[in-house]
């Protein structure tokens, strides 16, 4: 595991604690599970994880201080930004980004 997937599973875990109605899905997450149970060669790298929300997604304000407020203690390093709304068979998007330098760590992909 790379230290920027590392990264990005201490993102998603803060995210679980909060209680966050979401399920993670997708390649990222796919790869965690392999390696749970001895598969470690994959090498796909990601910088997305893909998610839905559990019953009714809420408004992108909403769910951008949603997530922001999951970061818990990582908000001091980390913040969220709508990157794509909701429309008609898309997905919402959301960058976290680094404070400061405003460098993209990963991006969640709502459907």
């Given at each position: 595991?790379?230290?920027?997937e590392?990264?990005?599973?201490?993102?998603?875990?803060k995210?679980?604690?909060?209680n966050?109605p979401?399920?993670?899905?997708g390649?990222?997450?796919t790869?965690?599970?392999?390696a749970?149970?001895?598969?470690t060669?994959?090498n796909?790298?990601?910088?997305?994880?893909?998610?839905?929300w559990?019953?009714?997604?809420?408004?992108?304000?909403?769910l951008?201080?949603?997530?922001?407020h999951?970061?818990?203690?990582?908000?001091?390093?980390?913040?969220?930004?709508?990157?794509?709304?909701?429309?008609e068979?898309?997905?919402a998007?959301?960058?976290?980004?680094?404070?400061?330098?405003?460098?993209e760590?990963?991006?969640?992909?709502?459907?």
């Amino acid at each position: 595991m790379t230290e920027h997937e590392q990264l990005m599973y201490q993102v998603l875990g803060k995210i679980s604690e909060a209680n966050v109605p979401l399920v993670f899905k997708g390649a990222l997450i796919t790869k965690l599970v392999l390696a749970e149970h001895g598969f470690t060669l994959l090498n796909r790298s990601t910088i997305d994880v893909d998610a839905n929300w559990i019953d009714v997604p809420p408004s992108m304000t909403d769910l951008v201080n949603t997530i922001q407020h999951s970061l818990g203690d990582m908000q001091s390093q980390f913040h969220a930004v709508a990157i794509r709304e909701y429309e008609e068979r898309k997905s919402a998007g959301i960058s976290i980004r680094k404070n400061g330098s405003d460098a993209e760590i990963m991006t969640l992909v709502f459907q």
